[in-house]
C-alpha cells in the first residue's frame, strides 16, 4: 500500500484512490484471534483475569446514544446532538475516567506506556492541516503531531454493521499512512473507528488492513442493564489494554514512545538497535510476530 503525499490530486480524490486500493485487502477478525496474531494472547489473558471488574464504575458512568442524542449519566442527564465531535469528546471524558480508574483503583493494571488522547486537534501533514476527530499521542515529545501518534480516532453517528464505507476507509488510510511516513519504524497503523455506539479496530499495514470489532463504548438505552454496563466494561478493559502497550509490541519495531537519538541495523538485518536508549539493546523483529499482520 502505498501513497504519495506530494500527489497534485486533491485531498478527496487521493483518499478515494487509496479505498480502492484497499478493495478486496480488508481482513476481518476477531479479537481472540487477533491477539494470537499479535502474539499478545498470554499478556491479555493475565490483564483480563487481574482486571475482572476494574471498569464497571467507569461503564456506569459512560453516555448513552438515543435517538441521534448523547445523554450523559454524570451532569444531571443533559442531553447534546450526537456529531462526529461530540462522540469524540464524549470519548475522551470516557478516557480520562479509564485512566484514573487504571492508575489509582487497580495499580496492578497501571499502563506500560504513557499516551494520552486528544479530540479535534489540527496537525501539519505535507505542508497543510488536517484534523482527525481524535489522537492518541506519546507525551514525551515535543507536541502532538504525525511523529508522536499512538494511534487515530475516527467518529461517526451511523453504525457500522458490516463494510465500513469508502469515504471513511480512504481518511483512515490518509491519515495512517501520514504517520506511517512520518514513523518509518512502524510494523502498521492503528487506527479505532468510533460508529454509533460501538468501536472497532482497524489495524493499516503493508499488505492492507485487519479490522476487529471490540464492542460498545456507548449505552443505547438511558437506563442501562448490569449486563450492559459489564459489556461495556470489558471493551474498555480492551481498548486500554491495547492502547498502553509499550510500542515495540503494538505497531512498532521498537518503543518510540522515548524519542531515540538514531538506529542502527546489526549487519544480517535481524535485528535493529536504538542508538539513543539507555539499555541498547537490540530487538529481533523478524520474528517478533508469528503470523502476518
Request: overall charge negative; proline content about 6%; some cysteine.
Amino acid at each position: 500500500m502505498t501513497y504519495n503525499t506530494k500527489s497534485p490530486m486533491d485531498q478527496s480524490a487521493c483518499r478515494s484512490e487509496l479505498a480502492k486500493s484497499l478493495h478486496g485487502r480488508g481482513h476481518r477478525l476477531g479479537f481472540e484471534d487477533l491477539m494470537d496474531r499479535l502474539a499478545l494472547s498470554e499478556p491479555f489473558n493475565k490483564y483480563m483475569a487481574s482486571t475482572t471488574d476494574m471498569l464497571v464504575p467507569a461503564a456506569q458512568l459512560v453516555p448513552a446514544l438515543v435517538n441521534g442524542q448523547l445523554q450523559s449519566f454524570a451532569d444531571g442527564g443533559q442531553s447534546v446532538q450526537a456529531t462526529s465531535a461530540s462522540l469524540a469528546k464524549a470519548f475522551r471524558g470516557i478516557w480520562d475516567s479509564v485512566g484514573q480508574a487504571s492508575k489509582t483503583d487497580y495499580p496492578v493494571a497501571a499502563p506500560t506506556s504513557e499516551c494520552r488522547f486528544s479530540d479535534q486537534r489540527s496537525m501539519r501533514a505535507g505542508g497543510v492541516l488536517v484534523k482527525p476527530d481524535g489522537v492518541f499521542f506519546y507525551p514525551k515529545y515535543s507536541g502532538c503531531e504525525f511523529y508522536s501518534v499512538h494511534a487515530l480516532l475516527e467518529a461517526r453517528v451511523e453504525s457500522c454493521q458490516h463494510a465500513v464505507s469508502p469515504d471513511v476507509l480512504g481518511k483512515m488510510a490518509d491519515f495512517a499512512l501520514r504517520a506511517w511516513e512520518a514513523q518509518p519504524t512502524r510494523l502498521f497503523a492503528p487506527f479505532l473507528y468510533l460508529h454509533g455506539p460501538n468501536v472497532s479496530l482497524a489495524l493499516f499495514a503493508r499488505d492492507g488492513y485487519y479490522w476487529a470489532d471490540l464492542g460498545r463504548v456507548f449505552h443505547i438505552s438511558s437506563d442501562p442493564s448490569m449486563d450492559d454496563v459489564c459489556d461495556i466494561g470489558d471493551t474498555l478493559r480492551h481498548l486500554w489494554f491495547l492502547m498502553t502497550l509499550p510500542a515495540d509490541r503494538f505497531g512498532h519495531v521498537i518503543d518510540v514512545s522515548v524519542p531515540a537519538i538514531g538506529l542502527k541495523f546489526t549487519k544480517d538485518r535481524s535485528s535493529i538497535i536504538a542508538a539513543g536508549r539507555s539499555d541498547g539493546s537490540a530487538l529481533d523483529y523478524l520474528q517478533r510476530i508469528p503470523l502476518p499482520v
